[in-house]
C-alpha cells in the first residue's frame, strides 16, 4: 500500500443509530405515502401466503370428508381463491405506487440535506478529508434509503405482518402449533445473534475498505497530470490494485462468513421447524380436520422457515445499507465549529473599517498562531500584509472570512463583531481573491457569475474586461462559453487569477481580501492587472496579501507579520528608512519573490540597487507620484516608482 491511505475507524454505534434516525424522520415526514406503502405489499402477502392456502386446505379437507368434489361444491372456494389473488395484487399495486414516492422525495430531501451538512462543515474538514470519498458517503446517505425501505417493506413488515395472521389461524386449529414455531424462532434468534454481531464488524471493515478505494481513484484523477509527470501511472495503478484486493478480501470473508457460518446454523433449525410442524398436526390433529390441518400446518410452516431463512439475507441488507449510510453519519458526529449566533445582530456596520482586538488563535492541536494581536485597518485603507512564510498572513484573512473562530479577542467590522453576524451577512461584505483560485468545470461565464449569480451578461462581461479575461477569453474554442475543465485545468495559473479578480470586480464588495493575487502572473500579465487591482481598491479597505513584495510597495500602508505578531508598519519608504525587518525582507528579494536563503555577494548587490532606488525616490517625494494608474499619492507617503511596483527593479 502507498503513503496515500485514507484508512479510518468504521462507523460506530452512534453513527448507526444516527442513521436510522435520519431515515426513520423520512418516514415520518412522509407518513402519508409510506403507512400504506409499508403495509399494503403485507396485505398483499396474506392474501397470497395464507389466505389462498386457506382456501386450497378447506378445499382439500372437504374433498376428503365427502370423499370427492363436484364443481358446484368447489366452485366457491375456486371463486373465493381467484378473488383473494386479484385483492392481493390490487393491494401490491397501490402499496408499490406509495413506495415508489416515498423512496423518490426521500432519496431527493435526503441528498439535499446531506449536501447542507457538508456545505455547513468548517473548512479544516474538507482539509482532512478526500473528495472523492465524501462524494461517495453523501450519495450513499441517499441511495441507500431505497435499499432500507424497500428491505424493511418487503422483507421486515411484508413478512411478519402475514406471519402474524398466520398464527392467529394456527393457534384456531392447534395452540401447540403457534407454541412450536415460536420456540423455534426464539432459539433460532438466539443461537444466530452473535454470528451475526461478529458479521456487523465484517461488514464495517468492507464498508470502509470501499471507500479507501473510492477515495484513492477521485484522488488520482483529480491529480492526473502530476501522476503523467511523474511518470507514476504504473505507481498508482499498483496502489490501486491493492486497494481493490484489500476491498475483494473483507468482502469474500464477509459473505462467506454469512454463507458458512450464519446460514449453516439457520439452515438446519429451518428444516427443523419444517419437520416439527407436521409431526404436531399429525399428532395433534383432529377428527374431521386432519387433512386440512396438515395442509395448513405445513404451508404456514414453510411460509415461516422461509422467513427464519431469509434471516440472515435480511440482516445483510439492512447491515449493508445501514453500514454505508452511517459512513455519512459518523461524520455529523462531530458538529461544525463555525456555527451562525442564535440570534444575530442584523448587518449595519458604521464603516468598512477592520480591527484585530488581542485576537488568540491556534489550529486544532498546534502551538498558537496568534497571541493577543492587535490590528487596525481604517475604512478606504489599503493595507499590505507582509512577512516569510508562517507569520500568519492568509490565517489572518481566513479569520476575518470567519472560516475558524478564533480562541480569544475580537474581531470587528465597522465596530460590529464578526461573530455576532450571520456568516452569510458577514462574507457579503467582502470580494476574496485566494491565492490558489478553484475553478469549477463549468464555463468562463459561470465561473465568473459565482461572484453574483444574478449579474447580467453586461456586467459580466465589464468585469471580465476589467481583470483582463477578455483577451484570452476570445481565442477559446467557444468565448465565455467554453467549460475550463476540472479546476480549471484548461486555464493557466494566470488566467485562473484573471478570473479570480473578474469574480472581485463583478462581487463589488467593500471590503477587498487579496491573497497573492498575482503570484501567478508573469511581468506583462502583471502590468495589466495591476491596473485592475488599483482600479478596484479604488475607494475600498482592502487587505492585501504578498510575498512579491513589489506588489504591495505602494499600499497606504504595510504591516509586517512574524510568527503571528507585528513587528514593523508604516509606507514602503518608512520601512526602508527604518532598516528593520521589512527592510532585510526586501534585500532578499530576488526576481520579486521572497527568499529563505541568508543573505550572499548578490543580494548585498541587490540592496545596494535597492537603497539607490530609495534614494532617488526620496528626492522625488515631494512630487505628485502615482500610486497606480490615476490614483495620486496621499501627502507624506512614499511611495515606490512603477519599475519597482511591477517587480523589474527589486534585485
Not at 381467484?82 to 423518490?104: F, K, P, Q, Y
Not at 503523467?228 to 478480501?249: D, K, L, P
Request: hydrophobic letters at 45%; charged letters at 20%; glycine letters at 10%.
Amino acid at each position: 500500500m502507498g503513503t496515500t491511505d485514507t484508512r479510518g475507524p468504521t462507523p460506530g454505534r452512534s453513527a448507526v443509530v444516527l442513521a436510522l434516525r435520519r431515515y426513520g424522520r423520512e418516514l415520518l415526514r412522509l407518513r402519508l405515502l409510506a403507512l400504506p406503502a409499508l403495509l399494503l405489499p403485507a396485505v398483499g402477502n396474506i392474501g397470497i401466503r395464507y389466505v389462498a392456502p386457506l382456501l386450497i386446505a378447506k378445499l382439500a379437507g372437504q374433498a376428503a370428508d365427502d370423499g370427492g368434489l363436484t364443481l358446484a361444491s368447489a366452485l366457491p372456494y375456486v371463486l373465493g381463491f381467484g378473488a383473494v389473488l386479484l385483492l392481493a395484487e390490487t393491494m401490491w399495486r397501490i402499496g408499490l405506487h406509495c413506495l415508489n414516492r416515498v423512496d423518490a422525495l426521500g432519496m431527493e430531501h435526503l441528498y439535499v440535506s446531506g449536501m447542507d451538512e457538508l456545505l455547513a462543515k468548517d473548512a479544516a474538514f474538507f482539509h482532512d478529508n478526500f473528495a472523492g470519498s465524501l462524494t461517495k458517503r453523501v450519495l450513499s446517505f441517499g441511495k441507500r434509503f431505497e435499499d432500507f425501505v424497500d428491505t424493511v417493506t418487503y422483507r421486515i413488515v411484508g413478512s411478519l405482518v402475514p406471519l402474524v395472521f398466520g398464527a392467529v389461524v394456527l393457534w384456531s386449529y392447534e395452540p401447540m402449533l403457534v407454541a412450536g414455531l415460536l420456540v423455534m424462532i426464539a432459539l433460532t434468534v438466539v443461537a444466530a445473534t452473535p454470528l451475526i454481531r461478529r458479521r456487523q464488524r465484517l461488514v464495517n471493515e468492507r464498508e470502509a475498505a470501499i471507500a479507501r478505494v473510492s477515495g484513492h481513484v477521485a484522488d488520482s484523477l483529480m491529480n492526473m497530470e502530476t501522476i503523467r509527470a511523474f511518470a507514476a501511472e504504473r505507481r498508482e495503478a499498483q496502489e490501486h490494485r491493492g486497494r481493490v484486493a484489500e476491498s475483494r478480501r473483507l468482502t469474500l470473508r464477509s459473505w462467506d462468513y454469512g454463507n458458512l457460518r450464519v446460514d449453516v446454523l439457520i439452515a438446519p433449525m429451518s428444516v427443523l421447524t419444517n419437520v416439527l410442524g407436521l409431526l404436531v398436526a399429525v399428532a395433534f390433529g383432529g377428527p374431521g380436520q386432519g387433512v386440512e390441518e396438515i395442509v395448513v400446518a405445513f404451508t404456514y410452516y414453510s411460509n415461516a422457515t422461509q422467513i427464519m431463512f431469509e434471516f440472515n439475507q435480511i440482516y445483510r441488507r439492512l447491515e449493508s445499507s445501514m453500514t454505508e449510510a452511517a459512513q455519512f453519519t459518523e461524520l455529523l458526529l462531530d458538529p461544525p465549529t463555525v456555527l451562525d449566533p442564535k440570534e444575530p445582530e442584523p448587518l449595519a456596520p458604521r464603516d468598512t473599517g477592520i480591527r484585530f482586538e488581542a485576537v488568540t488563535f491556534a489550529h486544532t492541536g498546534a502551538k498558537p498562531i496568534f497571541q493577543g494581536l492587535d490590528l487596525d485597518v481604517p475604512a478606504g485603507a489599503r493595507i499590505g500584509l507582509v512577512g516569510r512564510s508562517g507569520g500568519g498572513k492568509t490565517t489572518l484573512t481566513r479569520l476575518l472570512l470567519r472560516m475558524s473562530d478564533i480562541d480569544g479577542g475580537r474581531v470587528l467590522i465597522g465596530g460590529q463583531d464578526i461573530s455576532r453576524l450571520r456568516q452569510a451577512d458577514l462574507r457579503s461584505l467582502i470580494a476574496y481573491v485566494p491565492q490558489e483560485p478553484a475553478m469549477f468545470h463549468r464555463s468562463l461565464r459561470d465561473n465568473i457569475a459565482f461572484a453574483r449569480p444574478g449579474a447580467t451578461d453586461e456586467e459580466i462581461h465589464a468585469a471580465a474586461a476589467a481583470a483582463h479575461v477578455t483577451e484570452f477569453a476570445e481565442q477559446l474554442p467557444d468565448g465565455f462559453a467554453t467549460l475550463v475543465g476540472e479546476r480549471g485545468v484548461k486555464l493557466s495559473g494566470g488566467q485562473r487569477q484573471r478570473v479570480a479578480l473578474a469574480r472581485a470586480v463583478l462581487r463589488d464588495a467593500p471590503i477587498l481580501l487579496l491573497d497573492e493575487a498575482t503570484s501567478a502572473l508573469d511581468s506583462e500579465s502583471e502590468l495589466l492587472v495591476q491596473d485592475a487591482l488599483w482600479r478596484l481598491m479604488d475607494g475600498r479597505t482592502a487587505l492585501v496579501v504578498a510575498h512579491r513584495l513589489s506588489t504591495v510597495a505602494g499600499m497606504d500602508r504595510l504591516v509586517v507579520l512574524d510568527r503571528g505578531s507585528v513587528v514593523e508598519q508604516g509606507t514602503h519608504g518608512e520601512l526602508l528608512a527604518t532598516d528593520g525587518a521589512y527592510a532585510k525582507l526586501w534585500r532578499h528579494q530576488s526576481g520579486g519573490f521572497l527568499g529563505e536563503s541568508t543573505e550572499s555577494t548578490e543580494s548585498t548587490e541587490s540592496a545596494e540597487s535597492a537603497e539607490s532606488a530609495e534614494s532617488a525616490e526620496s528626492a522625488e517625494s515631494a512630487e505628485s507620484v502615482e500610486s497606480g494608474p490615476g490614483h495620486p499619492v496621499p501627502d507624506g507617503d512614499h511611495r515606490t516608482p512603477s519599475h519597482v511596483r511591477t517587480g523589474t527593479g527589486s534585485t
